[in-house]
């Protein structure tokens, strides 16, 4: 079984960056496509990005391309998603994910059903 927990979110204001990561505590996902996905309150979990299991591919919702970017290091069973030139609008909890199925290589789930584990979340707010 693989428990996901994530750190780095926080206060940050608008224009900022911040860091967050994902570790397996338990497991390891070196073999599973990970993604990052968010929810705001009263909104659905919305994928965010997502990083094929060979670490080869990458996805990202539109409003994230240009400013996000996501990253593993496998010998860490680690994820990352960098955050820069932050906005109002990406304040929400962010939650970590892997995918287990075995897909060819480059390939990114989007969708929330295609994850198997998921992390608690780590807040992010940004002020305007």
């Known amino acids: 079984q693989v428990q996901l927990v994530e750190s780095g979110g926080g206060l940050v204001q608008a224009g900022g960056s911040l860091r967050l990561s994902c570790t397996a505590s338990?497991?390891?996902?070196?073999?599973?496509?990970m993604g990052w996905f968010r929810q705001s309150p009263g909104q659905e979990r919305e994928f965010v990005a997502g990083?094929?299991?060979?670490?080869?591919?990458?996805a990202y919702t539109d409003s994230v391309k240009g400013r996000f970017s996501i990253s593993r290091d496998n010998a860490k069973s680690s994820v990352y998603l960098q955050m820069n030139s932050l906005k109002p609008e990406d304040t929400a909890v962010y939650y970590c994910a892997a995918d287990r199925t075995w897909m060819p290589g480059a390939y990114v789930p989007q969708r929330r059903s295609e994850y198997d584990y998921w992390g608690q979340g780590t807040q992010v707010t940004v002020s305007s």
């Open positions: 990083i094929a299991r060979t670490g080869g591919s990458t």
């Open positions: 338990a497991g390891t996902v070196s073999t599973y496509a």
